[in-house]
């Protein structure tokens, strides 16, 4: 079956080819065409099952209400949930969203901003990942217009919506140390990137606040790519050596679901051997045999807030920056329960 | 910074802006453009930043390099990890992936089909969702190259890459009443679709392959968009009627995350109080207290099939049909430990 045609229509209703495109295109008034002949114009249409061409429209428009999404990796959940919101907040705009996930690899990264740039994107929302910060400066210098959502560069002005990463942190090492714990480890990237840099300096502050002194081998940086050794060892340093860790903080999702395969592994029961603090949300968490206490990003919002300001951007580009760090909320649960309660148990 | 035109490069370089389109598009042989006028306009280029329109060259050569890849929920862990194996497989064939999730809605399925048509991407794959079997024909009629992924249509002939539902569902029938269990009960979704018709009914043919009768009230039928409540009471009744069963399946990821966490509130034991079969995959089977048996999709496979089906007919429109079932592969674990097995400690 071949595409209908502004030609076909015109044919089957004996009318131009312009006189069509007029009345699909919503002109019918300024061009002076019947009401009669509109309405019969546009009922052939339906019949046909006429398509219109939104490319061809958006090249002449500029418009194709669609915004790009870029997220660092489609496999976290955090992420999948956060596209889920933006989509739901978009659509409720008129607004389709097309997602790219680039698997924290700036090289995919601008092939997909590429691909989306040139499929006439509107504007972007963009979980940045490591390296990529020639990619926002492009798209800064060709006012491109975007927004950056959970992780963005403190040297670059932008817009963007993220968690106020320091403070989480401190929160985590606050509630462990007023849990009793003193010996406290982390498992974080080794990255540049700003939120986790926010994440280390959070920690090391709860400590010193409260006049722990950090010890160096407390601190773990795995490497994304080889994340599963990576955690193993980093665990068994922590357990190993003669000033072991009674507590744990895990900065993301993934180091905390590799991290609880191996302390499974090892049969450690959480929180007597080890005390357990996560970043990231999931339903691993709430179903683990003691549920794990995290740090409540506020997804939804996160989401939501990322859409509206884009929208605002498009609607007025001389609309003035936004940036906006919200707060994570502790949720205490058992994996962190205060040292006094299972010792007396 | 404004994008650097043909007109820019032609300028700088002195030559006529039609000289430049040829050296850029590698016409200047036929052209007869010399060679060091050539290297002059493509160095200009390289100095000026210059990138080449590729919305408008898609539109002549009607190739973007670029796949479609919608799927029903992007929230779903392992639709979200198949969207990865998708990407990995495609980029290594140079192609790109813009995903969409229709988030088991039609509409927003049509929406997005749309949107992706009118960007122009050369192919689709396609995870469906219930009630867009239109869509389907619409694709096929226009000649619009895609397969399907997970789930099909059997009244529509097209390419599809799938996993053998009936067989797998068969399969955990059968693995549980091996393990001493008689009195099963299903979780599923209330749906039409082909993949959840084939999961019922092959559980009920392992029933009655092994002349355990199947009472109706076993089978549970809940709606995705009231899954939470939904779960609750449908094990509620299950467990409350005088033939309450001691064995559930549970047909999707979905509906065993909320049954797992119905279960842990109503504090019974797995498999003691009641024995689990769940299909889809995710981490929390591996990190619940009790691992969860599940039936192992082959997604790695699914998901690079799908991509050398699609690329097959890109390279061949000629290219036959191509359909496969894949086995799935139970991956037995404590939640459906034989019955003997625990009665003993």
């Given at each position: 079956?071949?595409?209908?045609?502004?030609?076909?229509?015109?044919?089957?209703?004996?009318?131009?080819?312009?006189?069509?495109?007029?009345?699909?295109?919503?002109k019918?008034?300024?061009?002076?065409?019947?009401?009669?002949?509109?309405?019969?114009?546009?009922?052939?249409?339906?019949?046909?099952?006429?398509?219109?061409?939104?490319?061809?429209k958006?090249?002449?428009?500029?418009k194709?209400?669609?915004?790009?999404?870029?997220?660092?990796?489609?496999?976290?959940?955090?992420?999948?949930n956060?596209?889920?919101?933006?989509?739901?907040?978009?659509?409720r705009?008129?607004?389709?969203?097309?997602?790219?996930?680039?698997?924290?690899?700036?090289?995919?990264?601008?092939?997909?901003?590429?691909?989306?740039?040139?499929?006439?994107?509107?504007?972007?929302?963009?979980?940045?990942?490591?390296?990529?910060?020639?990619?926002?400066?492009?798209?800064?210098?060709?006012?491109?217009?975007?927004?950056?959502?959970?992780?963005?560069?403190?040297?670059?002005?932008?817009?963007?919506?993220?968690?106020?990463?320091?403070k989480?942190?401190?929160?985590?090492?606050?509630?462990?140390?007023?849990?009793?714990?003193?010996?406290?480890?982390?498992?974080?990237?080794?990255?540049?990137?700003?939120?986790?840099?926010?994440?280390?300096?959070?920690?090391?502050?709860?400590?010193?606040?409260?006049?722990?002194?950090?010890?160096?081998?407390?601190?773990?940086?795995?490497?994304?790519?080889?994340?599963?050794?990576?955690?193993?060892?980093?665990?068994?340093?922590?357990?190993?050596?003669?000033?072991?860790?009674?507590?744990?903080?895990?900065?993301?999702?993934?180091?905390?679901?590799?991290?609880l395969?191996?302390?499974?592994?090892?049969?450690?029961?959480?929180?007597?051997?080890?005390?357990?603090?996560?970043?990231?949300?999931?339903?691993?968490?709430?179903?683990?045999?003691?549920?794990?206490?995290?740090?409540?990003?506020?997804?939804?919002?996160?989401?939501?807030?990322?859409?509206?300001?884009?929208?605002?951007?498009?609607?007025?580009?001389?609309?003035?920056?936004?940036?906006?760090?919200?707060?994570?909320?502790?949720?205490?649960?058992?994996?962190?329960?205060?040292?006094?309660?299972?010792?007396?148990?």
């Amino acid at each position: 079956m071949k595409k209908t045609s502004l030609k076909d229509i015109a044919q089957k209703a004996g009318v131009s080819t312009a006189l069509v495109s007029y009345v699909l295109n919503g002109k019918e008034k300024e061009t002076r065409v019947g009401e009669v002949i509109a309405k019969k114009v546009r009922e052939i249409a339906k019949e046909l099952n006429y398509q219109p061409n939104h490319l061809a429209k958006s090249l002449r428009s500029g418009k194709t209400h669609t915004i790009g999404l870029i997220i660092a990796d489609i496999s976290n959940p955090f992420f999948a949930n956060i596209a889920r919101v933006v989509e739901d907040e978009a659509k409720r705009n008129g607004y389709t969203v097309i997602i790219g996930s680039c698997d924290e690899n700036a090289d995919k990264s601008w092939d997909l901003l590429n691909v989306l740039i040139n499929r006439q994107v509107d504007g972007f929302i963009i979980v940045s990942c490591e390296g990529s910060e020639n990619q926002i400066q492009y798209l800064k210098e060709r006012n491109l217009p975007f927004v950056l959502l959970d992780r963005h560069f403190p040297d670059i002005q932008t817009d963007f919506v993220a968690t106020n990463n320091y403070k989480a942190s401190y929160d985590a090492g606050i509630h462990l140390i007023k849990s009793g714990y003193e010996r406290i480890g982390l498992i974080a990237y080794k990255s540049e990137m700003y939120h986790m840099v926010e994440r280390i300096r959070g920690y090391k502050y709860a400590l010193s606040d409260n006049n722990i002194e950090f010890e160096s081998n407390w601190l773990k940086e795995v490497m994304f790519e080889n994340m599963e050794q990576d955690v193993k060892t980093a665990i068994d340093e922590l357990l190993a050596s003669e000033h072991k860790v009674e507590a744990l903080i895990f900065a993301t999702y993934g180091l905390a679901i590799n991290g609880l395969k191996y302390i499974n592994e090892l049969r450690l029961k959480v929180p007597s051997d080890l005390a357990i603090v996560s970043f990231g949300q999931a339903e691993v968490f709430d179903l683990y045999y003691c549920p794990i206490t995290y740090l409540r990003q506020p997804l939804e919002l996160l989401g939501k807030t990322s859409v509206e300001y884009l929208l605002k951007k498009l609607k007025n580009p001389d609309e003035g920056m936004k940036q906006i760090l919200m707060e994570a909320k502790l949720i205490a649960r058992d994996s962190s329960m205060a040292k006094s309660v299972w010792l007396a148990e």
